[in-house]
Protein backbone atom coordinates (compact mmCIF):
# COMPACT_ATOMS: atom_id res chain seq x y z
CA UNK A 1 0.00 0.00 0.00
CA UNK A 2 2.92 2.24 1.00
CA UNK A 3 4.90 1.14 -1.92
CA UNK A 4 2.29 1.63 -4.18
CA UNK A 5 1.49 5.13 -2.88
CA UNK A 6 5.01 5.81 -2.99
CA UNK A 7 5.13 4.31 -6.86
CA UNK A 8 2.41 6.59 -7.85
CA UNK A 9 3.92 9.62 -6.52
CA UNK A 10 7.28 8.74 -8.15
CA UNK A 11 5.40 8.83 -11.22
CA UNK A 12 3.68 11.89 -11.67
CA UNK A 13 5.39 13.66 -14.75
CA UNK A 14 6.93 16.79 -12.57
CA UNK A 15 8.09 14.58 -9.56
CA UNK A 16 9.50 11.73 -12.34
CA UNK A 17 11.26 14.93 -14.15
CA UNK A 18 12.43 16.62 -10.70
CA UNK A 19 13.87 12.96 -9.58
CA UNK A 20 15.71 11.82 -12.09
CA UNK A 21 16.95 14.58 -13.22
CA UNK A 22 18.76 14.92 -9.38
CA UNK A 23 19.27 11.58 -9.67
CA UNK A 24 21.55 11.89 -13.52
CA UNK A 25 22.59 15.41 -12.26
CA UNK A 26 24.45 13.33 -9.18
CA UNK A 27 25.56 10.37 -11.26
CA UNK A 28 27.17 12.70 -13.99
CA UNK A 29 28.76 14.86 -11.95
CA UNK A 30 30.00 11.94 -9.95
CA UNK A 31 30.96 10.21 -12.68
CA UNK A 32 32.93 14.09 -14.19
CA UNK A 33 34.82 13.97 -10.97
CA UNK A 34 36.13 10.60 -11.20
CA UNK A 35 37.10 11.31 -14.83
CA UNK A 36 38.88 14.28 -13.84
CA UNK A 37 41.06 12.44 -11.18
CA UNK A 38 41.67 9.59 -13.31
CA UNK A 39 42.52 12.24 -16.33
CA UNK A 40 44.82 14.10 -13.21
CA UNK A 41 47.03 10.46 -13.19
CA UNK A 42 47.10 9.78 -16.82
CA UNK A 43 48.65 13.17 -17.48
CA UNK A 44 51.44 12.19 -15.25
CA UNK A 45 51.95 8.43 -16.46
CA UNK A 46 51.82 10.02 -19.96
CA UNK A 47 53.60 12.63 -19.68
CA UNK A 48 56.39 10.34 -17.85
CA UNK A 49 56.35 7.98 -20.33
CA UNK A 50 56.51 10.52 -23.27
CA UNK A 51 59.76 12.19 -21.22
CA UNK A 52 61.46 8.29 -20.79
CA UNK A 53 60.61 8.80 -16.90
CA UNK A 54 58.04 5.95 -14.91
CA UNK A 55 55.92 8.59 -13.07
CA UNK A 56 53.79 7.79 -9.89
CA UNK A 57 54.55 4.74 -9.13
CA UNK A 58 54.89 4.51 -5.53
CA UNK A 59 51.53 4.57 -3.98
CA UNK A 60 49.67 1.68 -3.82
CA UNK A 61 46.70 0.57 -2.00
CA UNK A 62 46.47 1.52 1.15
CA UNK A 63 48.96 4.10 0.24
CA UNK A 64 52.07 2.48 0.88
CA UNK A 65 54.57 0.36 -0.81
CA UNK A 66 52.91 -2.98 -0.94
CA UNK A 67 55.58 -5.56 -0.97
CA UNK A 68 58.62 -4.01 0.62
CA UNK A 69 60.83 -2.46 -1.68
CA UNK A 70 59.07 -3.67 -5.00
CA UNK A 71 57.53 -1.26 -7.17
CA UNK A 72 53.77 -1.43 -5.52
CA UNK A 73 50.89 -3.63 -7.34
CA UNK A 74 48.55 -1.55 -8.59
CA UNK A 75 51.10 0.92 -10.77
CA UNK A 76 50.84 3.63 -8.37
CA UNK A 77 47.46 3.81 -8.72
CA UNK A 78 46.71 5.55 -5.22
CA UNK A 79 47.90 8.10 -6.54
CA UNK A 80 44.55 8.99 -8.09
CA UNK A 81 43.25 9.63 -4.34
CA UNK A 82 46.58 10.71 -2.19
CA UNK A 83 46.17 13.85 -4.42
CA UNK A 84 42.96 15.48 -4.09
CA UNK A 85 43.59 14.37 -0.04
CA UNK A 86 47.08 16.29 -0.01
CA UNK A 87 45.27 18.97 -1.26
CA UNK A 88 41.93 18.84 1.33
CA UNK A 89 44.85 18.68 4.13
CA UNK A 90 46.57 21.06 3.16
CA UNK A 91 47.08 24.55 4.91
CA UNK A 92 45.00 27.07 2.63
CA UNK A 93 47.28 30.46 2.72
CA UNK A 94 45.94 33.52 1.58
CA UNK A 95 48.76 36.39 1.31
CA UNK A 96 48.23 39.85 2.74
CA UNK A 97 47.02 42.25 0.31
CA UNK A 98 44.90 40.74 -1.70
CA UNK A 99 41.36 41.40 -2.67
CA UNK A 100 39.96 38.96 -0.04
CA UNK A 101 36.33 38.84 -1.02
CA UNK A 102 37.63 38.28 -5.14
CA UNK A 103 40.52 35.97 -4.24
CA UNK A 104 38.05 33.75 -2.36
CA UNK A 105 35.17 34.06 -5.42
CA UNK A 106 37.59 33.57 -8.75
CA UNK A 107 38.35 29.75 -8.08
CA UNK A 108 34.61 29.05 -7.73
CA UNK A 109 33.89 31.40 -10.88
CA UNK A 110 36.54 29.28 -13.12
CA UNK A 111 35.00 25.68 -11.42
CA UNK A 112 31.60 26.26 -12.15
CA UNK A 113 30.77 27.09 -15.92
CA UNK A 114 32.50 23.41 -17.31
CA UNK A 115 30.21 21.83 -14.75
CA UNK A 116 27.10 23.85 -15.51
CA UNK A 117 28.63 22.95 -19.57
CA UNK A 118 28.20 19.08 -18.64
CA UNK A 119 23.91 20.08 -18.24
CA UNK A 120 23.74 19.56 -21.86
CA UNK A 121 25.63 17.45 -23.27
CA UNK A 122 23.69 13.96 -24.08
CA UNK A 123 26.37 11.08 -21.96
CA UNK A 124 23.71 8.45 -23.00
CA UNK A 125 20.97 7.33 -25.18
CA UNK A 126 18.18 6.32 -22.67
CA UNK A 127 17.94 4.27 -19.73
CA UNK A 128 14.95 2.58 -18.91
CA UNK A 129 13.18 5.27 -20.81
CA UNK A 130 14.95 7.77 -19.28
CA UNK A 131 17.13 10.51 -21.45
CA UNK A 132 20.51 10.77 -20.91
CA UNK A 133 20.72 13.99 -20.97
CA UNK A 134 20.53 16.75 -17.95
CA UNK A 135 18.38 19.06 -19.68
CA UNK A 136 17.60 18.92 -22.82
CA UNK A 137 18.35 22.32 -24.74
CA UNK A 138 17.12 23.64 -27.91
CA UNK A 139 19.77 25.94 -28.04
CA UNK A 140 21.90 23.57 -26.18
CA UNK A 141 25.09 24.51 -28.46
CA UNK A 142 24.67 28.33 -27.70
CA UNK A 143 24.09 27.32 -24.11
CA UNK A 144 27.56 25.52 -23.88
CA UNK A 145 29.20 29.15 -25.76
CA UNK A 146 27.63 31.48 -23.56
CA UNK A 147 28.48 29.85 -20.05
CA UNK A 148 32.34 28.56 -21.43
CA UNK A 149 33.02 31.78 -21.83
CA UNK A 150 32.49 32.36 -18.78
CA UNK A 151 35.38 31.08 -16.83
CA UNK A 152 37.71 33.39 -18.39
CA UNK A 153 36.19 36.01 -15.72
CA UNK A 154 37.14 33.70 -13.04
CA UNK A 155 41.05 33.37 -14.19
CA UNK A 156 41.06 37.33 -14.72
CA UNK A 157 39.24 37.64 -11.43
CA UNK A 158 41.84 35.75 -9.62
CA UNK A 159 45.20 37.42 -11.71
CA UNK A 160 43.55 40.60 -10.21
CA UNK A 161 42.51 39.68 -6.81
CA UNK A 162 46.04 38.42 -6.51
CA UNK A 163 47.59 41.44 -6.33
CA UNK A 164 50.72 40.41 -7.64
CA UNK A 165 52.22 40.97 -10.69
CA UNK A 166 52.43 37.34 -12.06
CA UNK A 167 48.96 36.36 -12.07
CA UNK A 168 47.92 40.18 -13.21
CA UNK A 169 49.74 39.57 -15.88
CA UNK A 170 48.46 35.83 -16.78
CA UNK A 171 44.63 37.19 -16.42
CA UNK A 172 45.08 39.59 -18.48
CA UNK A 173 46.64 37.31 -21.56
CA UNK A 174 43.84 35.18 -20.29
CA UNK A 175 41.70 37.76 -21.19
CA UNK A 176 43.61 38.57 -24.86
CA UNK A 177 43.49 34.91 -25.63
CA UNK A 178 39.80 34.71 -25.07
CA UNK A 179 39.00 37.11 -27.76
CA UNK A 180 41.69 35.76 -30.37
CA UNK A 181 39.57 32.40 -30.22
CA UNK A 182 36.16 32.32 -29.35
CA UNK A 183 35.00 33.55 -32.54
CA UNK A 184 36.71 31.40 -34.91
CA UNK A 185 35.22 28.99 -32.32
CA UNK A 186 31.62 30.05 -32.65
CA UNK A 187 32.43 30.08 -36.49
CA UNK A 188 34.15 26.87 -37.24
CA UNK A 189 30.65 24.97 -36.25
CA UNK A 190 27.89 26.81 -38.26
CA UNK A 191 28.58 24.11 -40.85
CA UNK A 192 27.02 21.89 -38.42
CA UNK A 193 24.14 23.24 -37.55
CA UNK A 194 23.33 24.10 -41.86
CA UNK A 195 24.05 20.59 -41.95
CA UNK A 196 22.01 19.05 -38.98
CA UNK A 197 19.64 21.38 -38.89
CA UNK A 198 19.71 21.73 -35.48
CA UNK A 199 21.13 23.59 -32.40
CA UNK A 200 19.76 20.65 -30.22
CA UNK A 201 23.02 18.64 -29.19
CA UNK A 202 20.16 15.76 -29.22
CA UNK A 203 18.91 15.78 -32.01
CA UNK A 204 22.63 16.50 -33.54
CA UNK A 205 23.82 13.54 -32.40
CA UNK A 206 20.37 11.63 -33.55
CA UNK A 207 21.27 13.05 -37.08
CA UNK A 208 24.75 11.36 -36.61
CA UNK A 209 23.17 8.18 -35.73
CA UNK A 210 21.17 7.85 -38.90
CA UNK A 211 23.78 9.36 -41.44
CA UNK A 212 27.19 8.73 -40.23
CA UNK A 213 29.57 10.16 -37.76
CA UNK A 214 30.42 14.14 -39.32
CA UNK A 215 33.86 13.51 -39.05
CA UNK A 216 33.43 10.65 -41.52
CA UNK A 217 32.97 11.26 -45.51
CA UNK A 218 30.71 8.02 -45.98
CA UNK A 219 28.71 5.78 -43.48
CA UNK A 220 26.80 2.42 -43.99
CA UNK A 221 23.07 3.15 -44.48
CA UNK A 222 20.95 0.53 -41.26
CA UNK A 223 23.90 -1.17 -41.32
CA UNK A 224 23.63 -3.55 -38.29
CA UNK A 225 24.82 -6.88 -37.09
CA UNK A 226 22.41 -8.42 -39.26
CA UNK A 227 23.34 -7.16 -42.11
CA UNK A 228 27.22 -8.63 -41.12
CA UNK A 229 25.70 -12.00 -42.05
CA UNK A 230 24.12 -11.33 -45.54
CA UNK A 231 26.96 -9.65 -47.77
CA UNK A 232 24.04 -8.37 -50.25
CA UNK A 233 22.69 -6.60 -47.61
CA UNK A 234 25.87 -4.79 -46.31
CA UNK A 235 27.12 -4.23 -49.62
CA UNK A 236 23.70 -2.16 -50.23
CA UNK A 237 24.38 -0.22 -47.02
CA UNK A 238 27.55 0.68 -47.71
CA UNK A 239 26.42 1.91 -51.44
CA UNK A 240 23.51 3.81 -50.14
CA UNK A 241 26.10 5.49 -47.81
CA UNK A 242 28.41 7.21 -50.21
CA UNK A 243 27.22 10.31 -51.69
CA UNK A 244 28.58 13.18 -53.77
CA UNK A 245 26.92 15.67 -51.37
CA UNK A 246 28.48 13.59 -47.99
CA UNK A 247 32.30 13.27 -49.80
CA UNK A 248 32.09 16.86 -50.76
CA UNK A 249 30.97 18.35 -47.27
CA UNK A 250 33.52 16.01 -45.47
CA UNK A 251 36.18 18.75 -46.57
CA UNK A 252 34.41 21.91 -44.43
CA UNK A 253 33.63 19.59 -41.64
CA UNK A 254 37.50 18.79 -41.41
CA UNK A 255 38.08 22.19 -41.41
CA UNK A 256 35.83 22.79 -38.56
CA UNK A 257 36.66 19.85 -36.65
CA UNK A 258 40.37 21.29 -36.91
CA UNK A 259 39.22 24.82 -35.84
CA UNK A 260 36.88 23.66 -32.94
CA UNK A 261 39.84 21.15 -31.69
CA UNK A 262 41.94 23.80 -31.62
CA UNK A 263 39.99 26.34 -30.02
CA UNK A 264 38.87 23.73 -27.03
CA UNK A 265 42.77 23.71 -26.66
CA UNK A 266 42.26 27.45 -25.84
CA UNK A 267 39.11 27.19 -24.69
CA UNK A 268 40.62 24.94 -21.50
CA UNK A 269 44.03 26.71 -20.99
CA UNK A 270 45.47 23.73 -22.24
CA UNK A 271 49.65 23.79 -23.93
CA UNK A 272 50.10 24.63 -26.68
CA UNK A 273 47.89 28.19 -25.49
CA UNK A 274 48.11 27.57 -21.31
CA UNK A 275 49.71 31.58 -22.00
CA UNK A 276 48.02 32.11 -18.73
CA UNK A 277 49.47 30.15 -16.43
CA UNK A 278 53.04 29.71 -18.50
CA UNK A 279 54.95 27.98 -15.58
CA UNK A 280 58.45 29.44 -17.38
CA UNK A 281 57.27 32.90 -17.61
CA UNK A 282 54.69 33.66 -15.16
CA UNK A 283 55.71 31.35 -11.92
CA UNK A 284 52.03 29.51 -12.31
CA UNK A 285 50.34 32.42 -13.83
CA UNK A 286 46.59 33.41 -12.30
CA UNK A 287 47.00 30.60 -9.63
CA UNK A 288 50.13 31.74 -8.00
CA UNK A 289 48.85 33.20 -5.19
CA UNK A 290 46.63 29.94 -4.66
CA UNK A 291 47.03 27.17 -1.65
CA UNK A 292 45.38 24.06 -1.00
CA UNK A 293 41.64 23.63 -2.30
CA UNK A 294 41.78 27.16 -3.30
CA UNK A 295 44.26 25.99 -5.87
CA UNK A 296 42.60 22.79 -6.16
CA UNK A 297 39.44 24.47 -7.48
CA UNK A 298 41.32 26.02 -10.31
CA UNK A 299 42.65 22.53 -11.11
CA UNK A 300 39.50 20.73 -10.90
CA UNK A 301 38.35 23.44 -13.10
CA UNK A 302 40.31 22.80 -16.10
CA UNK A 303 39.97 19.40 -16.37
CA UNK A 304 36.66 19.68 -15.88
CA UNK A 305 36.65 22.07 -19.07
CA UNK A 306 38.92 19.26 -20.77
CA UNK A 307 36.13 17.23 -19.63
CA UNK A 308 33.58 19.19 -21.15
CA UNK A 309 35.17 20.12 -23.79
CA UNK A 310 36.02 16.64 -25.30
CA UNK A 311 32.08 15.84 -24.53
CA UNK A 312 31.55 19.14 -26.98
CA UNK A 313 33.62 17.62 -29.58
CA UNK A 314 32.36 13.92 -29.16
CA UNK A 315 28.72 14.95 -29.63
CA UNK A 316 29.42 17.60 -32.26
CA UNK A 317 31.37 15.58 -34.38
CA UNK A 318 32.42 12.04 -33.10
CA UNK A 319 28.95 11.16 -33.06
CA UNK A 320 28.10 11.49 -29.17
CA UNK A 321 27.09 8.37 -27.79
CA UNK A 322 26.60 6.23 -30.53
CA UNK A 323 28.98 3.66 -32.04
CA UNK A 324 28.05 1.45 -35.44
CA UNK A 325 27.07 -1.86 -34.64
CA UNK A 326 25.23 -0.87 -31.37
CA UNK A 327 21.51 -0.60 -30.73
CA UNK A 328 20.69 2.16 -28.40
CA UNK A 329 18.83 2.51 -24.98
CA UNK A 330 15.19 1.91 -26.48
CA UNK A 331 16.70 -1.41 -26.73
CA UNK A 332 16.91 -2.47 -23.18
CA UNK A 333 18.89 -0.97 -20.66
CA UNK A 334 21.89 -2.96 -20.95
CA UNK A 335 22.50 -1.30 -24.17
CA UNK A 336 21.65 2.11 -22.72
CA UNK A 337 24.42 1.38 -20.80
CA UNK A 338 26.68 0.36 -23.05
CA UNK A 339 25.95 3.30 -25.12
CA UNK A 340 26.72 5.86 -21.82
CA UNK A 341 30.14 3.68 -22.14
CA UNK A 342 30.96 4.41 -25.51
CA UNK A 343 30.30 8.49 -24.48
CA UNK A 344 33.18 8.12 -21.74
CA UNK A 345 35.35 5.50 -24.17
CA UNK A 346 35.59 8.27 -26.92
CA UNK A 347 35.63 11.29 -24.34
CA UNK A 348 38.68 9.40 -22.33
CA UNK A 349 40.25 8.91 -25.86
CA UNK A 350 40.04 12.78 -26.32
CA UNK A 351 41.08 13.54 -22.97
CA UNK A 352 44.27 11.34 -23.40
CA UNK A 353 44.76 13.42 -26.78
CA UNK A 354 45.13 16.19 -25.34
CA UNK A 355 47.72 15.08 -22.75
CA UNK A 356 49.80 13.31 -25.39
CA UNK A 357 49.23 16.85 -27.29
CA UNK A 358 50.17 19.10 -24.30
CA UNK A 359 53.40 16.85 -23.70
CA UNK A 360 54.41 17.45 -27.48
CA UNK A 361 54.19 20.95 -28.66
CA UNK A 362 55.95 24.34 -27.00
CA UNK A 363 53.83 26.87 -26.20
CA UNK A 364 52.56 29.66 -28.86
CA UNK A 365 53.23 33.53 -28.43
CA UNK A 366 50.81 35.25 -27.40
CA UNK A 367 51.05 37.40 -30.65
CA UNK A 368 51.34 34.06 -31.94
CA UNK A 369 48.03 32.90 -30.78
CA UNK A 370 46.29 36.40 -31.95
CA UNK A 371 47.48 35.84 -35.15
CA UNK A 372 46.63 32.90 -35.23
CA UNK A 373 43.39 33.36 -34.54
CA UNK A 374 42.38 36.48 -36.33
CA UNK A 375 44.34 36.01 -39.06
CA UNK A 376 44.15 31.83 -39.86
CA UNK A 377 41.37 30.53 -37.90
CA UNK A 378 38.55 33.76 -38.69
CA UNK A 379 38.86 33.90 -42.26
CA UNK A 380 39.15 30.04 -42.93
CA UNK A 381 35.87 29.32 -40.53
CA UNK A 382 33.86 32.48 -42.58
CA UNK A 383 35.14 30.90 -46.06
CA UNK A 384 33.83 27.41 -44.32
CA UNK A 385 30.40 28.02 -44.03
CA UNK A 386 30.33 29.72 -47.64
CA UNK A 387 31.83 26.51 -48.73
CA UNK A 388 29.44 24.66 -46.74
CA UNK A 389 26.62 26.69 -48.16
CA UNK A 390 27.36 26.27 -51.78
CA UNK A 391 28.32 22.65 -51.63
CA UNK A 392 24.62 22.11 -49.56
CA UNK A 393 22.78 24.34 -52.45
CA UNK A 394 24.53 22.95 -55.69
CA UNK A 395 24.79 19.39 -54.77
CA UNK A 396 21.80 17.87 -54.17
CA UNK A 397 21.60 13.91 -53.19
CA UNK B 1 78.11 46.09 -35.41
CA UNK B 2 74.69 45.21 -35.62
CA UNK B 3 74.07 41.33 -37.02
CA UNK B 4 70.95 40.99 -38.93
CA UNK B 5 69.73 37.65 -38.66
CA UNK B 6 67.59 36.59 -41.43
CA UNK B 7 64.40 34.62 -40.41
CA UNK B 8 64.47 31.83 -42.61
CA UNK B 9 61.66 31.49 -45.21
CA UNK B 10 58.44 29.54 -43.97
CA UNK B 11 57.00 27.15 -46.43
CA UNK B 12 53.11 27.24 -46.94
CA UNK B 13 53.35 23.66 -44.59
CA UNK B 14 55.20 24.96 -42.32
CA UNK B 15 52.85 28.05 -41.62
CA UNK B 16 50.16 25.89 -41.39
CA UNK B 17 52.05 24.36 -38.21
CA UNK B 18 49.72 21.27 -38.64
CA UNK B 19 52.64 19.21 -40.16
CA UNK B 20 54.84 19.99 -37.60
CA UNK B 21 52.38 19.51 -35.11
CA UNK B 22 51.97 15.66 -36.52
CA UNK B 23 55.80 15.28 -36.61
CA UNK B 24 55.91 15.91 -33.10
CA UNK B 25 52.94 13.45 -31.85
CA UNK B 26 54.77 11.11 -33.91
CA UNK B 27 57.95 11.57 -31.79
CA UNK B 28 56.33 11.77 -28.61
CA UNK B 29 54.30 8.77 -29.41
CA UNK B 30 57.41 6.75 -29.99
CA UNK B 31 58.59 7.31 -26.35
CA UNK B 32 55.47 6.84 -24.88
CA UNK B 33 55.25 3.31 -26.75
CA UNK B 34 58.79 2.17 -25.41
CA UNK B 35 58.25 3.64 -22.24
CA UNK B 36 54.73 2.13 -21.68
CA UNK B 37 56.87 -1.41 -21.92
CA UNK B 38 59.24 -0.16 -19.12
CA UNK B 39 62.18 0.20 -22.09
CA UNK B 40 64.22 3.35 -22.50
CA UNK B 41 63.26 4.90 -19.44
CA UNK B 42 66.50 6.86 -18.07
CA UNK B 43 65.67 8.03 -14.65
CA UNK B 44 66.22 5.91 -11.67
CA UNK B 45 64.22 4.13 -8.52
CA UNK B 46 66.31 6.30 -6.20
CA UNK B 47 66.49 4.86 -2.72
CA UNK B 48 66.69 1.32 -4.61
CA UNK B 49 69.09 2.15 -7.01
CA UNK B 50 71.83 4.90 -6.38
CA UNK B 51 74.40 6.51 -8.49
CA UNK B 52 77.27 5.94 -5.99
CA UNK B 53 80.03 3.94 -7.52
CA UNK B 54 79.78 6.84 -10.20
CA UNK B 55 80.22 9.71 -8.31
CA UNK B 56 83.32 12.15 -9.04
CA UNK B 57 85.95 12.75 -7.52
CA UNK B 58 85.12 16.22 -7.04
CA UNK B 59 81.97 15.68 -6.06
CA UNK B 60 81.23 18.09 -2.61
CA UNK B 61 79.27 16.63 -0.25
CA UNK B 62 79.03 17.24 3.07
CA UNK B 63 82.14 18.77 4.88
CA UNK B 64 83.47 16.84 7.49
CA UNK B 65 86.18 16.73 9.89
CA UNK B 66 89.43 14.61 9.52
CA UNK B 67 91.82 13.89 12.81
CA UNK B 68 95.45 12.95 11.86
CA UNK B 69 97.48 9.81 11.94
CA UNK B 70 97.90 10.15 16.13
CA UNK B 71 94.22 10.68 16.33
CA UNK B 72 94.81 14.08 16.87
CA UNK B 73 92.78 16.98 15.70
CA UNK B 74 94.30 18.11 12.31
CA UNK B 75 92.46 21.37 13.33
CA UNK B 76 93.93 24.30 14.57
CA UNK B 77 90.71 26.34 15.43
CA UNK B 78 92.03 29.17 13.13
CA UNK B 79 88.48 29.89 12.21
CA UNK B 80 89.50 31.01 8.81
CA UNK B 81 86.99 28.50 7.62
CA UNK B 82 84.17 30.53 9.66
CA UNK B 83 84.96 33.58 8.01
CA UNK B 84 84.70 32.66 4.69
CA UNK B 85 81.48 30.31 4.33
CA UNK B 86 79.66 32.28 3.02
CA UNK B 87 76.05 31.34 4.36
CA UNK B 88 77.67 31.22 7.79
CA UNK B 89 77.24 27.34 8.83
CA UNK B 90 79.92 27.05 10.74
CA UNK B 91 80.45 27.95 14.28
CA UNK B 92 83.73 27.19 16.41
CA UNK B 93 84.11 27.96 19.58
CA UNK B 94 87.78 27.45 20.00
CA UNK B 95 89.82 26.33 23.04
CA UNK B 96 93.41 26.82 24.38
CA UNK B 97 94.67 23.46 24.61
CA UNK B 98 95.97 23.22 28.68
CA UNK B 99 99.46 23.18 29.88
CA UNK B 100 100.82 19.55 30.13
CA UNK B 101 98.69 18.14 27.05
CA UNK B 102 101.13 16.27 24.67
CA UNK B 103 99.89 18.77 21.72
CA UNK B 104 100.54 21.72 24.19
CA UNK B 105 102.51 23.61 21.41
CA UNK B 106 99.92 23.38 18.85
CA UNK B 107 97.91 25.75 21.22
CA UNK B 108 94.56 25.60 19.94
CA UNK B 109 92.16 23.61 19.25
CA UNK B 110 88.07 23.73 18.43
CA UNK B 111 85.95 23.30 21.57
CA UNK B 112 82.88 22.76 19.35
CA UNK B 113 82.19 22.81 15.82
CA UNK B 114 78.98 23.21 14.35
CA UNK B 115 78.08 22.76 10.79
CA UNK B 116 74.50 23.50 10.61
CA UNK B 117 73.82 21.30 7.49
CA UNK B 118 70.23 23.06 6.84
CA UNK B 119 72.70 26.62 5.56
CA UNK B 120 75.66 24.78 3.91
CA UNK B 121 75.60 25.32 0.17
CA UNK B 122 77.97 22.70 -0.36
CA UNK B 123 80.21 25.40 -1.77
CA UNK B 124 83.80 23.71 -0.76
CA UNK B 125 85.48 27.22 0.21
CA UNK B 126 85.82 25.64 3.60
CA UNK B 127 87.95 23.16 2.42
CA UNK B 128 90.00 25.30 0.25
CA UNK B 129 91.01 27.77 3.00
CA UNK B 130 91.54 25.47 5.60
CA UNK B 131 95.58 26.17 6.03
CA UNK B 132 95.99 22.61 8.01
CA UNK B 133 94.14 20.22 5.76
CA UNK B 134 91.67 19.24 8.13
CA UNK B 135 88.31 19.81 6.81
CA UNK B 136 86.68 18.18 3.69
CA UNK B 137 84.13 17.64 1.34
CA UNK B 138 83.26 13.78 1.08
CA UNK B 139 80.67 12.10 -0.78
CA UNK B 140 77.84 11.65 1.78
CA UNK B 141 74.79 13.96 0.18
CA UNK B 142 71.82 12.23 1.59
CA UNK B 143 71.58 14.15 5.41
CA UNK B 144 68.50 14.17 6.91
CA UNK B 145 67.34 14.62 9.91
CA UNK B 146 63.44 14.96 11.62
CA UNK B 147 64.19 18.63 12.79
CA UNK B 148 66.54 21.70 12.48
CA UNK B 149 68.77 20.69 15.75
CA UNK B 150 69.29 17.14 14.09
CA UNK B 151 70.68 18.67 10.76
CA UNK B 152 73.18 20.56 12.65
CA UNK B 153 76.72 18.46 12.73
CA UNK B 154 78.10 18.52 15.57
CA UNK B 155 82.08 18.10 15.99
CA UNK B 156 81.60 13.96 16.87
CA UNK B 157 79.40 13.76 13.78
CA UNK B 158 81.84 15.84 11.68
CA UNK B 159 84.84 13.40 13.30
CA UNK B 160 82.53 10.15 12.35
CA UNK B 161 81.62 11.33 8.90
CA UNK B 162 85.42 12.77 8.01
CA UNK B 163 87.30 9.78 9.29
CA UNK B 164 91.28 9.97 9.53
CA UNK B 165 93.89 11.08 7.03
CA UNK B 166 97.44 10.33 7.57
CA UNK B 167 100.94 12.30 6.43
CA UNK B 168 100.04 15.50 4.68
CA UNK B 169 97.14 15.71 2.61
CA UNK B 170 97.62 17.26 -0.17
CA UNK B 171 93.88 19.06 -0.46
CA UNK B 172 93.66 18.74 -4.82
CA UNK B 173 95.29 14.68 -4.96
CA UNK B 174 92.59 11.84 -5.58
CA UNK B 175 92.19 11.00 -2.24
CA UNK B 176 90.83 14.12 -1.53
S1 LIG C 1 80.96 23.96 2.07
FE1 LIG C 1 80.71 26.18 1.94
S2 LIG C 1 78.76 26.51 2.92
FE2 LIG C 1 79.34 24.47 3.52
S3 LIG C 1 80.39 24.73 5.44
FE3 LIG C 1 81.96 24.82 3.85
S4 LIG C 1 82.19 26.99 3.38
FE4 LIG C 1 80.27 26.76 4.50
S1 LIG D 1 88.83 23.54 9.93
FE1 LIG D 1 90.67 24.48 9.10
S2 LIG D 1 90.07 26.57 8.61
FE2 LIG D 1 88.49 25.72 9.96
S3 LIG D 1 89.12 26.37 11.96
FE3 LIG D 1 89.94 24.33 11.68
S4 LIG D 1 91.99 24.71 10.87
FE4 LIG D 1 90.89 26.64 10.65
Not at chain 1, 33 to 62: C, H, L, M
Not at chain 1, 352 to 374: E, S
Request: glycine fraction near 8%; include cysteine.
Amino acid sequence: MDLDLILYFLNIPWVFLLWTTFLKSFIFLNLTIIVVSVTVFAERKVSAFIQDRVGPNRVGIPFTLIGGKKDSFFFGLGQMVADPIKLLTKENFVPGGVNKFYFWLAPKLVMIPPILVLAVLPFGSTLFGVEMTIANLNIGVLYIFAIASLSVYGITLAGWASNSKFPFLGGIRSSSQMISYELSMGLSIIPVFMICGSLNLNEIIDWQVVNGWLVSPFWPKGFSVGSLLHPADALHAFVAGVSLQRLLLWIPLLISFVIFLVSIFAETNRLPFDLPEAEQELVGGYHTEYASMNFALFFLGEYAAMFAGSGAIVSLFLGGWSCPLIPDGSHGWFWGLVNIGVFFVKVSLLLLFMIWVRWTLPRFRYDQLMKLGWLGFFPIALFNIFLTAVILALVRN
Amino acid sequence: MAIVVERPKLTLAEKFYLPAVLAGLAITWKHLKRAIFNKGIVTMQYPEEKWDANMPDWYRGAPTLVADEHGKDRCVACQLCEFICPPRAITIKPMEIPEGDKWRKVEKRPEEFDIDMTRCIYCGLCEEVCPEQAIYLRKDYSITGLNRAEMVHDKETLYKLGGVREGLVFKWNELK
